[in-house]
T-cell receptor, first 114, second 111 residues
Framework: GAGVSQSPSNKVTEKGKDVELRCDPISGHTALYWYRQSLGQGLEFLIYFQGNSAPDKSGLPSDRFSAERTGGSVSTLTIQRTQQEDSAVYLC????????????FGSGTRLTVV | EDQVTQSPEALRLQEGESSSLNCSYTVSGLRGLFWYRQDPGKGPEFLFTLYSAGEEKEKERLKATLTKKESFLHITAPKPEDSATYLCAVQASLGAQKLVFGQGTRLTINP
């Protein structure tokens, strides 16, 4: 596609429920990244994919968070047993490998846990 | 630990009033320093990559410069459409692909 597509754009969920956030990167971009942006905070790295493998998942905050990427394309970030502190905007970005940081970001999924 | 600090947190300027935003960093070997622009409700938009001290990049009214400890984003004769949050990020040279972001400077240009 022309840009990075994320869905849903907004998600309100009850504490304790599981949620899945989807990212559709730019066609041909082999690198895919998930970041989290909390209110008043900078972007926090979560996980990086190169193709279907995740060489760096050091930013996942707990074992409630997991992500996968299939076919070198679409990625899903899953949060199990959501907590209120998980409320944030989850941003996905993609790039050509070693693209010098010139990621293209999606518009994000705003997650609210009530 | 790699760190990025941006100042000021917020800046209000009149249209045409030039100024600079600061990004100070500590990193274990700099692979690149990046500037992004973020509008409300949208993802960050890539502006510049700087790789070595002394390097400068320009785009319209924006110019980014880099030293060994900090980067500046100079904005010349800004217009209201330049209002946004400007984010600085660094990438360490030790094999990491991730970017470490600062908290951003929220820039408002009044007409």
């Amino acid at each position: 596609g022309a840009g990075v597509s994320q869905s849903p754009s907004n998600k309100v969920t009850e504490k304790g429920k599981d949620v899945e956030l989807r990212c559709d990167p730019i066609s041909g971009h082999t690198a895919l990244y998930w970041y989290r942006q909390s209110l008043g905070q900078g972007l926090e790295f979560l996980i990086y994919f190169q193709g279907n493998s995740a060489p760096d998942k050091s930013g996942l905050p707990s074992d409630r968070f997991s992500a996968e990427r299939t076919g070198g394309s679409v990625s899903t970030l899953t949060i199990q047993r959501t907590q209120q502190e998980d409320s944030a905007v989850y941003l996905c970005a993609s790039s050509l490998a070693l693209a010098g940081g010139g990621y293209t970001f999606g518009s994000g999924t705003r997650l609210t846990v009530v | 630990e790699d760190q990025v600090t941006q100042s000021p947190e917020a800046l209000r300027l009149q249209e045409g009033e030039s100024s600079s935003l600061n990004c100070s960093y500590t990193v274990s070997g700099l692979r690149g320093l990046f500037w992004y622009r973020q509008d409300p409700g949208k993802g960050p938009e890539f502006l510049f990559t700087l790789y070595s001290a002394g390097e400068e990049k320009e785009k319209e009214r924006l110019k980014a410069t880099l030293t060994k400890k900090e980067s500046f984003l100079h904005i010349t004769a800004p217009k209201p459409e330049d209002s946004a949050t400007y984010l600085c990020a660094v990438q360490a040279s030790l094999g990491a692909q991730k970017l470490v972001f600062g908290q951003g400077t929220r820039l408002t240009i009044n007409p």
